[in-house]
């Protein structure tokens, strides 16, 4: 796992961005898992920029999001794919037919969730997944508890998730208390991950999911197993990290030694 501490939003985001672009130029139609909430919103703005005034291609991208609430339909302004829309994809090049959300008026969730499944193995699996962290550490809504090894499903949100997201709806009550959502095992199956994490109230979290033991309590630990993950964290998200000095320094290395293998863990 490679621990990267930025000093602030901006070039966390810039530098995840920086991350998928080169996955893009080296592979033009890989397949993009993405996340919702407010942590990815600077990456996605300049992934935009990227694609404005660099002429980044997304024209054989094919991206995966990880969760949707259920019972909201894609044009509710709180659903996650109204805000893929806004945030990413009605400012660049990708042909709608390549979005995949998962669906929450599903009829079957069952079998939306095998076929979504599905899907992802027939596009060839996913080149690159962006995740946030929960407050309650989970990834996608792998609440405390999730099996290590959980499928696409339906999963029920905890007090705290619901707590997290009311800031998005008008109050708690109005929050789905149910999503579908990649499992954790779906996740780990991607060949690489970036997972990113801003702000204070991500920085215990952070510290238990990549410096404590891989429990299903805190579903980002299961994360450590993975053999390509990138932690990328401002300043404020890293801060209760024992071993930040440690990850500075290889980062510091990097930069100066082998800069095309930052990124790579
Ligand atoms: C969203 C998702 C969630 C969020 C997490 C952090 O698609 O999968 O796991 O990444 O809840 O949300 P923010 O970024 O709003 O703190």
């Not at 929450?104 to 080149?127: L, P």
């Not at 208390?177 to 215990?204: D, H, N």
């Amino acid at each position: 796992m490679e621990v990267i501490i930025c000093d602030n939003y901006e070039n966390m985001s810039k530098l995840a961005a920086g991350i998928i672009r080169q996955q893009l130029l080296i592979k033009p139609n890989s397949v993009l898992g993405l996340a919702t909430g407010s942590t990815p919103i600077g990456t996605y703005k300049e992934l935009v920029r990227l694609h404005k005034e660099e002429g980044l291609d997304f024209s054989q991208v094919v991206t995966f999001n990880l969760d949707e609430y259920l019972g909201l339909p894609p044009s509710h302004p709180q659903s996650y794919r109204y805000f893929m829309d806004q945030n990413l994809f009605k400012h660049i090049n990708i042909p709608p037919g390549n979005i995949h959300v998962p669906y929450g008026h599903a009829e079957s969730v069952m079998e939306f969730c095998a076929w979504y499944e599905a899907q992802i193995v027939a596009a060839g699996g996913i080149d690159i997944q962006l995740l946030g962290i929960g407050g309650d550490g989970h990834i996608a809504f792998n609440e405390p508890g999730s099996s290590l090894g959980s499928r696409t499903r339906l999963k029920t949100l905890t007090e705290q998730t619901i707590k997290d997201n009311a800031r998005f709806f008008s109050n708690a009550d109005e929050v789905p208390r149910f999503a579908i959502t990649m499992g954790v095992g779906t996740i780990l199956e991607a060949r690489r991950i970036i997972l990113l994490a801003s702000g204070r109230s991500k920085a215990a979290i952070v510290a238990e999911a990549i410096e404590g033991p891989i429990t299903s309590q805190v579903t980002a630990s299961a994360l450590q197993m993975h053999r390509d993950v990138v932690v990328i964290l401002d300043a404020d998200a890293g801060a209760k990290l024992k071993r930040a000095d440690y990850y500075r320094w290889v980062y510091e290395q990097k930069k100066r030694l082998v800069p095309q293998m930052i990124g790579h863990a």
